[in-house]
DNA sequence: TTGTACGCGTTATCAG
DNA sequence: CTGATAACGCGTACAA
């Protein structure tokens, strides 16, 4: 309680005075200048320690016009898929010397607008977008303003330099083709939001594997949703109360698939004996379900690392030749297996 | 690509010569002073409209001392305890106009001093610190010197108008308790490390629940763990290689549980018939597993909005009148049930 | 190798 | 109500 109002206010000209030194020579050993002598260096070196010296930021933020911070945006503080992005992001920026300020979008326009705003107005350095909602046009007119900006898990044509991304379609069309693999021809899928690049090319892929075993496309055993819980939920719901048979659904990620198989479960079906599911991401989640979650895997750490090396290139104007695909993997886990012979899947 | 190096430049002098006012004004309209006149207010606010301009951010901070930004140190940036904890600050901080700034101590000494550290070092204006490896007198020294402190989940008395807590001791009782009035007799325990306070606080509650109900207390139903998942597999391993006898296992807090609950399932203990187990915190998975997992929820959102009004209080110098204990609410699921009659608990 | 002096963009103090 | 102008703390050409 008895809190002093002496905040730190030690600056650099005390530093210089105590050392017998001008304030510029400080600032050199600061920043690690060459050409200051080993004698005065020490000499300031012990100043700035007995003192308690602390550099002030914002007088370098200024002066330097870096904040030494890049922004990161992501849908949402929590949950293990952007955890894990923070996380992995956070502990390559530290030792490039760098903050990571994230922000999050909620998943909606208004509020990702809103985020990136305020880490604009941070005056970040760069920033690495996780953006569901902002359109190609505004990302690169941020681009073009002077910040530049890493695009995760999306494309842009005109920022191909500068995104990071996967092959959404080849991930729908492998799993579908397990699923096939497996024996299974009747395969319903939950999509997520098909006006997103992402959900439809998911969907895009499942369809092409059905073709390439010259199976019908069955607009029935189609339901596009919402990438969350809930609406896995409610699909689910519908896919059943639909009366077809099917063997198996294809996810468009994780969550919706957790919250499909607790709605199978509900109405009595066994997954995988009665129907076999498959996601995406490899949320954290998926080992501690049973059954655990065959998925495919997306590689967060490394889309990160890559993000922060593209990042700070951009920021040093220096170019690169980083390789910005990463590729994605099948976990086969406990939740598909070969379709057993009933004549009823579901019942309903 | 072709980006241009035309980082948003305009500054508040530009303004001023666009508007025809000084620099002066712009800065009171800026700052939503009352004194300027209704005209020369929208002079210059069209002014600043049409000319894109942007306040300094470092500019600002330097001139008023103030970053706007609330530190808060978490164990990790990921998972749901923490996640949520974010989550809740950062949406009260963007109310009050702050940004949260998030930095992970990692559960290490190293880490969580250089992360204080750092959050010190870009002169957040104060700090929230869920903090497992600083000593009081660190906390209570970064807190006198300048930059004010509160602490979450943690009672230091020279601090105790800063902290917000809850009661271990109680979350121990009402758990061993809750196993108790469900007529288990042999209750095990899978505690924290003991020399962390809120680790010892839960284990007495156990004890003292046990002698409430003159039940002898039993060394070898003790084991002391990490609070993590890895630990929780191997206390409860260790616990069923003593061959003793119990019908239940309060474990410190959910994680262990979690890693709990796979160890007794592989070997062939069924949760609850053959043992009931319990948590503490209630973190998103446990309604995900099976058994659902009864515990005690840890009310974050409501720490977190304390914290974040609390913070705001320290930093404008205004004391307050604020709650700062919470109380915990035991959720019962499915991990607890009464004791089946059995003559061996653990095949062993 | 070191020091001088000005600039960075705002806020705050004081006159007017 | 508005305008000069001095801080704020540091970086950096330029000079010495």
Redesign the interface.
């Known amino acids: 309680?008895?809190?002093?109002?002496?905040?730190?206010n030690i600056t650099i000209k005390e530093v210089a005075e105590s050392a017998g030194v001008s304030r510029a020579t400080v600032s050199r050993v600061l920043n690690d200048s060459p050409v200051v002598t080993p004698d005065t260096r020490a000499r300031v070196q012990s100043a700035m320690d007995s003192l308690g010296y602390?550099?002030?930021?914002?007088?370098q933020?200024?002066a330097k016009?870096r904040?030494q911070s890049i922004g990161l945006l992501v849908r949402?503080?929590?949950?293990?898929y952007f955890?894990?992005l923070?996380?992995s992001l956070?502990e390559k920026l530290t030792t490039l010397g760098q903050?990571c300020?994230?922000s999050?979008g909620h998943g909606t326009y208004e509020s990702e607008r809103k985020a990136v705003d305020?880490m604009?107005?941070?005056?970040v350095d760069a920033m690495i977008l996780y953006s569901d909602c902002l359109s190609d046009e505004e990302i690169i007119e941020i681009?073009?303003?002077?910040?530049?900006v890493v695009v995760l898990s999306r494309y842009i044509e005109?920022?191909k330099?500068?995104c990071i991304y996967f092959d959404d379609v080849k991930a729908g069309y492998d799993s579908t083709r397990h699923l096939l693999d497996n024996g299974h021809r009747n395969i319903a899928t939950v999509t997520g939001p098909l006006h997103k690049q992402d959900a439809e090319d998911r969907f895009l892929g499942y369809k092409k594997a059905l073709e390439d075993f010259d199976i019908g496309f069955d607009q029935d055993l189609v339901v596009e949703s919402s990438f969350q819980l809930e609406g896995g939920k409610e699909a689910t719901k519908q896919l059943l109360s639909t009366g077809k048979n099917f063997s198996a659904i294809y996810y468009g990620n994780d969550e919706m698939a957790?919250g499909g198989l607790e709605v199978l479960r509900g109405a009595g079906v066994r997954v995988p004996e009665d129907v076999s599911i498959l996601g995406f991401e490899d949320i954290q989640?998926c080992v501690?379900?049973?059954p655990n979650l065959t998925t495919i895997r997306v590689p967060l750490a490394e889309m990160a690392h890559i993000a922060a090396d593209l990042a700070m290139n951009l920021v040093n104007n220096v170019s690169s030749d980083i390789a910005l695909e990463v590729q994605l993997q099948l976990i086969e886990r406990e939740s598909v297996t070969r379709p057993c012979n009933k004549p009823e899947q579901n019942k309903n």
């Open positions: 309680m008895l809190r002093m109002n002496n905040k730190n602390r550099p002030n930021y914002f007088s933020a200024l016009n904040s949402s503080l929590g949950g293990h955890g894990k923070m996380y956070e903050y300020m994230v999050s305020f604009l107005s941070r005056r681009n073009n303003s002077g910040t530049p005109q920022l330099d500068q957790v989640l501690y379900l049973k």
